[in-house]
């Protein structure tokens, strides 16, 4: 009998209960975008984020004291001390391997061009890696600088090509195509020719410095398999105040879940750990406005969600006070032949259960297709189907629909059997 009432009363009134069940599709379907966003997109807006360059600096743990101005070493060439090329390699050996997206050396040669004194920088631009058998990772400036402009074209791995930064260019006259012929500061006789593939803006202070192949300068200088640092551009969670404790101070337990979340700081403890001699230190500038570009992100998200589902729980509200007035005397009619007011009560949040799970079901097919079309915009890369949200969702939509219906059918279940029956 009550599933018949109830079915009957489904298919009468179609269009507030099509407006119901709109109000919170609409709702379910910002919320499945977020969380689909959310899962899927995380490290891909983690991804765009590493454009801004390096948040890892690696250097000689046994270096003496360096002479260096906005990150570029300006001793002599052979002062110092320096950390083998061939360990790079085990950068993509750590535990969070998968987590590093790109890195590149660097080896500093203070040099003379048309009477000038430059540092002309070595660094890999396109190298190819073998990790495994059946695995080579693509690294370098092209990977690790994706902003940076190049008017012309990068340099090839082994050639003797150069970028020449903006400023640079512009103090000596040269332009693409031209070949510069560098002395060594420390050694005259010591000659290094390049041609001028491309002239690099960057903003910083590449623009005022010479970037060659790295076997090239390592050449130049007499330092064969031998570098001054590297850069690393690592995928991090943003730090918190576990992440910011002291290591040494930890337990065993708080050590290995220190270690196994993807910190800045546990990622280069990690890289200090693989290659011998080196000291890893977390460039905590970039890493910090990355943390707070993502918490704002997914504040702001999260609140857009939750706005649509109060939008959505107070326009259920309202849709059920416009079907309690209409049906006062059919609810005083079941008053009136005995009911109680639970069942009375239990007709009306069965209908407001089936519009909150078709609301849901809709709300998560359209918020799934909302989220693929915003990520292949933003992104080029479409999301996947997350069904594990198929769950939460359906719940929340019967939450907002059952919890917008209460004080509707609470006022309905107040009105007097006898004051209705008489049109009073």
């Known amino acids: 009998m009550l599933s018949r009432i109830v079915g009957r009363s489904i298919t009468r009134r179609r269009r507030r209960k099509l407006l119901g069940v709109a109000a919170?599709?609409?709702?379910?379907?910002?919320?499945?975008?977020?969380?689909?966003?959310?899962?899927?997109?995380?490290?891909?807006?983690?991804?765009?984020?590493?454009?801004?360059?390096?948040?890892?600096?690696?250097t000689p743990a046994a270096d003496s004291?360096?002479?260096?101005?906005?990150?570029?070493?300006?001793?002599?060439?052979?002062?110092?001390?320096?950390?083998?090329?061939?360990?790079?390699?085990?950068?993509?050996?750590?535990?969070?391997?998968?987590?590093?997206?790109?890195?590149?050396?660097?080896?500093?040669?203070?040099?003379?061009?048309?009477g000038r004194s430059v540092i002309v920088i070595g660094s890999w631009f396109d190298h190819s890696m073998q990790v495994e058998p059946s695995e080579t990772?693509?690294?370098?400036?092209?990977?690790?600088?994706?902003?940076?402009?190049?008017?012309?074209?990068w340099p090839g791995e082994n050639s003797a090509e150069c970028l020449l930064g903006k400023d640079l260019a512009k103090a000596l006259g040269a332009k693409p195509g031209e070949s510069l012929?560098?002395?060594?500061?420390?050694?005259?006789?010591?000659?290094?020719?390049?041609?001028?593939?491309g002239i690099l803006e960057t903003g910083g202070d590449e623009d005022s410095e010479v970037l060659a192949p790295l076997a090239q300068v390592q050449k130049f200088t007499g330092l064969e398999g031998k570098i001054r640092r590297v850069e690393v551009s690592a995928l991090t969670k943003p730090e918190?105040?576990?992440?910011?404790?002291?290591?040494?101070?930890?337990?065993?337990?708080?050590?290995?879940?220190?270690?196994?979340?993807?910190?800045?700081?546990?990622?280069?403890?990690?890289?200090?750990?693989?290659?011998?001699?080196?000291?890893?230190?977390?460039?905590?500038?970039?890493?910090?406005?990355e943390g707070k570009i993502v918490k704002s992100v997914g504040l702001l998200m999260t609140l857009l969600a939750v706005a649509a589902l109060v939008t959505a729980a107070l326009a259920m509200a309202s849709m059920m006070f416009a079907v309690v007035?209409?049906?006062?005397?059919?609810?005083?009619?079941?008053?009136?032949?005995?009911?109680?007011?639970?069942?009375?009560?239990?007709?009306?949040?069965?209908e407001a259960f089936a519009v909150g799970l078709l609301g849901g079901v809709i709300g998560y097919g359209f918020g799934t297709y909302l989220a693929r079309r915003l990520s292949f915009a933003v992104f080029g890369?479409?999301?996947?189907?997350?069904?594990?949200?198929?769950?939460?969702?359906?719940?929340?939509?019967?939450?907002?629909?059952?919890?917008?219906?209460?004080?509707?059918?609470?006022?309905?279940?107040?009105?007097s059997p006898a004051a209705v029956l008489r049109n009073e």
């Open 65 to 114: 004291l360096s002479i260096s101005v906005g990150g570029v070493d300006y001793r002599p060439a052979n002062s110092g001390a320096f950390l083998s090329e061939g360990s790079l390699i085990k950068l993509k050996k750590i535990f969070w391997r998968n987590n590093i997206m790109a890195f590149a050396p660097f080896l500093y040669a203070p040099a003379q061009v048309k």
């Open 381 to 415: 890369v479409p999301t996947g189907i997350h069904w594990v949200i198929l769950p939460a969702v359906l719940t929340l939509a019967l939450f907002i629909a059952l919890a917008g219906s209460l004080i509707p059918i609470g006022k309905g279940l107040k009105i």
């Open 325 to 350: 007035l209409e049906r006062r005397e059919e609810i005083g009619l079941f008053k009136s032949l005995g009911a109680t007011d639970a069942r009375v009560a239990s007709i009306f949040l069965l």
């Open 240 to 289: 918190d105040a576990f992440g910011e404790a002291d290591v040494t101070r930890m337990n065993s337990e708080a050590y290995d879940r220190w270690y196994c979340s993807p910190y800045v700081s546990s990622i280069a403890y990690q890289i200090q750990q693989a290659i011998p001699g080196s000291e890893a230190k977390p460039v905590y500038r970039v890493a910090a406005t």
């Open 181 to 197: 012929a560098f002395s060594s500061a420390g050694n005259p006789a010591s000659t290094l020719v390049l041609k001028v593939q």
């Open 24 to 58: 919170v599709a609409l709702g379910i379907c910002a919320t499945t975008a977020v969380a689909t966003l959310s899962l899927d997109v995380g490290d891909k807006v983690a991804r765009e984020l590493r454009s801004f360059g390096a948040n890892i600096s690696v």
């Open 137 to 153: 990772f693509e690294t370098g400036l092209e990977k690790l600088h994706p902003a940076w402009k190049v008017q012309g074209e």
